[in-house]
């Protein structure tokens, strides 16, 4: 049972983590498999998140177990293969707003779900949204913050895409401290997602997955 | 003769604080109005918050952050950096609004200040973000992972050279000084001094007496404004402010991020932390509400909110030393005036263990039906009047929140109502309304 990686992660043991994965890679094992392990491991995790098992710290900290075994495995990878993803978000905090523990836990919870984040980080300048929406062609478009300020920043961000016509091939969904319905009316958003899960939910609805 | 401090119940205690606040003495009051609205006022906050004899009506209690300024028509910059503002522009919105209480005019940090010790901890108006926007915090592990010990024994220490030495650029060379306590012979008195000799420690001293005067600046404009609006018959709220300190470590000292591996990987370490932490956030209140004569301290709770622990963590790491700190407070005849910011709905079963009519919990976005039900029992409820009512919601349904709020929280006392989160810019339209329909509607027959 000791050697079983995938629960091992699941269940946050951090140093047993580190042992099987040193054991697996002295035995000589196929990095790759180790790393399929382990984002086996995190789709776990995310599910226990998603079912009220998990919260915050537990999300924060299989990350950092996480950080731990790709830099174990990462002088053993020859090449890294890309995983077949789901779709394209592109992600950020708005123009004014700092704030990145909201949008980091759906930014985690949306990787560990098989979508390709583009995150754009904080303080997202509106023309910045815009730009990585025409580089990537992604569908859905993702607005967090945590500030009253950034309801009028979310607004400004959606009238941009309509201005570079670029509304009706994208989704938008928001997100963070004060945000509501009334908000994503505000702001011509298309939905406004409560927590993570409720973030994930959208994406897989609105690219047809769920 | 009268009873000493030391020699009072909790009950007493807290009833000579309310006494206190409510005589003002000393206070000249521009109209024999103004006098009568004051006590009025504080009675009625009173009476809310002991859960003993209902009020004469709900009271309503605004709590903004820069809205002043905004209100006035000014950036947060102007008020941040124009000291001279701040009295008349808080004063106006008090008197133009008229809600119970006023909560003083710190919010307005005084910017130079901030820039002579290149504080890091924060962006302001100007300085990182617009002049336009307010100031927001900036996380990061200002203590390390491996400072536990560190600062388990030597915590004053920590707060007094090492903390400031990370968050104050100008005041790093405080982090090399010595502590005098091995000064106890003749022989090497001199030797701790050396440092003070030194360039970069003498420019750190230079800077703390320029930022001294700078406060003392600050406090000079920003201070009248309690002066000034007491006369008026507002009495002052929550003249303190403590902590939990589940949020004085994530928050300022590891971050959310590293107090959450702590709680895996050191989580013995972390509570002993926490433990070492309740003496000086308890003396914080209790010197506040003494000095000041208002039993109200202010207590921001941000880390414990729904979603960020399970409850097993925050009935282990969180609860704990938080209402520890409440008791210790409540020992000495103090009402901690909690603000669970977020949602609390998780928590209500938990926290209604404490004793009855001592404390205040101001709601964000709880359910405010069961808040009621739960932690209504033993205190006080206020808050929740949500973000967005304030800032893009019609007037009208700002009006039919405050009174559905009234309807289901006001029922037999205990009730303040007041916004849900700091505001700013928001609809002011709305935000009379609020006021208006609490008076109107929110008076107890």
Redesign the interface.
């Known amino acids: 049972m000791a050697k079983d990686l995938v629960n091992t992660l699941a269940d946050?043991k951090?140093q047993e983590v580190i042992k099987i994965v040193k054991d697996r890679l002295s035995a000589d094992e196929d990095p790759l498999k180790i790393m399929e392990d382990a984002r086996k491991g995190m789709e776990i995790v995310g599910k226990r998140f998603a079912d009220s098992e998990?919260?915050?710290?537990?999300l924060?900290?299989s990350g950092?177990i996480l950080k731990t075994v790709t830099e174990l495995v990462k002088p053993k990878l020859a090449t890294t293969t890309e995983s077949k993803k789901l779709g394209k978000i592109v992600f950020g905090t708005v123009a004014?707003?700092?704030?990145d523990?909201g949008k980091d836990i759906v930014v985690f919870m949306l990787d560990v779900n098989g979508f390709e984040v583009h995150d754009l980080g904080v303080d997202v300048p509106v023309q910045k949204f815009v730009d990585k929406i025409k580089e990537t062609g992604a569908p859905i478009v993702g607005l967090s913050g945590f500030?009253?300020?950034a309801?009028d920043s979310m607004k400004e961000t959606v009238d941009a895409m309509k201005a570079a016509g670029l509304r009706d091939k994208v989704k938008v969904m928001i997100g963070g401290?004060?945000m509501?319905d009334?908000?994503k009316n505000?702001t011509g958003a298309d939905a406004y997602g409560k927590?993570a899960m409720a973030g994930v939910a959208l994406a897989k609805k609105w690219i047809g997955a769920s | 003769m009268e009873k000493q401090w030391e020699e009072m119940t909790s009950d007493e205690k807290q009833e000579t604080l309310f006494q206190r606040w409510i005589s003002a003495e000393g206070v000249k009051f521009a109209s024999p109005e103004a006098e009568r609205l004051y006590k009025e006022r504080t009675t009625r906050f009173k009476n809310a918050l002991q859960l003993k004899t209902l009020p004469d009506r709900i009271p309503v209690f605004l709590i903004p952050s820069l809205a002043p300024a905004y209100y006035a028509g000014l950036t947060p910059h102007d008020v941040m950096y124009n000291y001279e503002k701040i009295t008349p522009t808080w004063k106006k919105f008090y008197m133009d609004f008229q809600p119970d209480a006023h909560g003083g005019a710190f919010v307005p940090s005084p910017g130079k200040f901030l820039e002579i010790v290149d504080f890091k901890l924060y962006?302001w108006p100007g300085h990182g973000?617009?002049k336009e926007?307010?100031y927001?915090c900036?996380?990061g592990e200002y203590m390390k992972a491996d400072e536990y010990d560190f600062f388990i024994h030597n915590v004053l220490y920590f707060f007094n050279n090492v903390w400031p030495s990370r968050v104050f650029g100008a005041l790093e060379p405080l982090g090399m000084l010595p502590h005098l306590a091995g000064v106890t012979e003749m022989y090497g008195v001199s030797l701790p001094f050396i440092p003070y000799g030194t360039p970069p420690v003498q420019a750190a001293l230079k800077a703390l007496m320029e930022a001294g005067n700078e406060a003392v600046k600050w406090i000079g404009a920003a201070g009248a404004f309690g002066m000034e609006i007491i006369a008026e018959g507002f009495p002052a709220y929550q003249v303190g402010v403590t902590k939990a300190p589940f949020d004085v470590i994530g928050d300022t000292l590891r971050g959310?991020?590293g107090i959450?591996?702590d709680?895996?990987?050191q989580p013995d370490k972390l509570i002993a932390a926490m433990e070492v932490l309740m003496p000086t956030f308890i003396k914080l209140g209790v010197d506040s509400a003494k000095q000041y004569g208002c039993p109200l301290i202010f207590m921001p709770l941000h880390k414990g909110a729904d979603?960020?622990?399970?409850d097993e963590?925050f009935k282990k790491f969180y609860w704990p030393t938080f209402r520890d700190i409440i008791l210790g407070l409540v020992d000495e005849g103090v009402v901690p005036f909690i603000w669970a910011e977020?949602g609390y709905n998780s928590r209500l079963e938990v926290i209604q263990d404490l004793p009855k009519g001592k404390t205040a919990w101001l709601f964000d976005q709880t359910d405010m039906a069961r808040a009621k039900k739960t932690i209504g029992k033993v205190a006080c409820i206020a808050g929740n009047m949500?973000?967005?009512?304030l800032?893009?919601?019609s007037t009208q349904k700002a009006i039919d929140y405050t009174k559905r709020l009234i309807d289901v929280c006001g029922k037999d006392g205990g009730y303040i109502l007041a916004n849900g989160?700091f505001?700013?810019?928001?609809k002011w339209d709305n935000l009379r309304a609020i006021v208006d329909t609490v008076k109107k509607f929110g008076v107890y027959k």
Do not use: N
């Open positions: 946050l951090e998990y919260f915050i710290p537990d924060v900290y950092e004014g707003d700092i704030h523990i500030l009253a300020l309801f401290g004060q509501s009334e908000i505000y927590d | 962006k973000v617009s926007t307010t927001q900036i996380e959310t991020k959450m591996m709680m895996y990987r979603g960020f622990l399970s963590q977020g949500p973000m967005d009512m800032t893009v919601g989160a505001f700013d810019e928001v």
